[in-house]
């Protein structure tokens, strides 16, 4: 190995050092304690030496971020290759409420600590992790609606959107607050999917005032 070669592999050694302290500093004190001279410190560089790797401390989050997504992402990938659409929105739910229970560090980090930086990912490229997670949840409702199983006025995105909201509310209300009920995540999160199938179980019409 070259002189160069071993230059650059010191150097990303160094710069994913600086990102696993970073993420650690963040899962235990939150975006707001990340500095870039708390980063040096922990670090035992100087703070110019940083500034070699990362422009400043929003870079940094950024990456973190990135990262994070990429993880989400891996996770409901594999899920999204059942063939029949109610089928894989079952299998997609249940990744997503798995990745955040079972990585409640990450899911934090690109969901809950800096909504700005979430929802910028989110609005970026559409090649993005954020982007693309939402597309693959997305294109159950689309092949649903092709398949002449939803009305012609169904938005897919809206439905996406919908059923997402209701995934993250089950895994923040259990991160933030598991003491509040005692129904386990899995079976709110069936629960919402037979919800929003097949609607409200045994529902009657409002009886017409006389």
């Given at each position: ?98 990745f955040g229970l079972a990585h409640p560090e990450t899911y934090r980090l690109i969901f809950m600590e800096d909504p700005k930086l979430s929802s910028e990912l989110f609005q970026g490229a559409p090649d993005g992790a954020g982007p693309r997670s939402f597309a693959l949840l997305s294109g159950v ?70």
């Amino acid at each position: 190995m070259g002189i160069s070669e071993r230059k650059e592999r010191q150097r990303a050694e160094l710069r994913e050092h600086i990102l696993g302290v970073a993420r650690e500093m963040v899962v235990k004190e939150g975006f707001s304690a990340l500095s870039m001279r708390k980063l040096a410190e922990a670090v035992e560089y100087a703070p110019a030496t940083l500034y070699l790797h990362f422009e400043n401390r929003e870079a940094i989050a950024r990456e973190l971020c990135v990262r994070g997504f990429g993880e989400f992402l891996a996770e409901l990938e594999p899920a999204a290759t059942a063939k029949e659409p109610l089928e894989r929105l079952a299998v997609m739910a249940a990744a997503y409420v798995r990745f955040g229970l079972a990585h409640p560090e990450t899911y934090r980090l690109i969901f809950m600590e800096d909504p700005k930086l979430s929802s910028e990912l989110f609005q970026g490229a559409p090649d993005g992790a954020g982007p693309r997670s939402f597309a693959l949840l997305s294109g159950v409702f689309e092949d649903l609606k092709s398949a002449g199983r939803l009305s012609a006025e169904a938005q897919p995105a809206r439905l996406a959107e919908t059923l997402w909201a209701g995934l993250h509310g089950i895994v923040s209300l259990k991160l933030t607050c598991a003491a509040f009920k005692d129904t386990r995540a899995e079976d709110l999160r069936d629960t919402l999917l037979e919800t929003m199938v097949n609607g409200l179980p045994g529902l009657k019409p409002a009886k017409r005032e006389r």
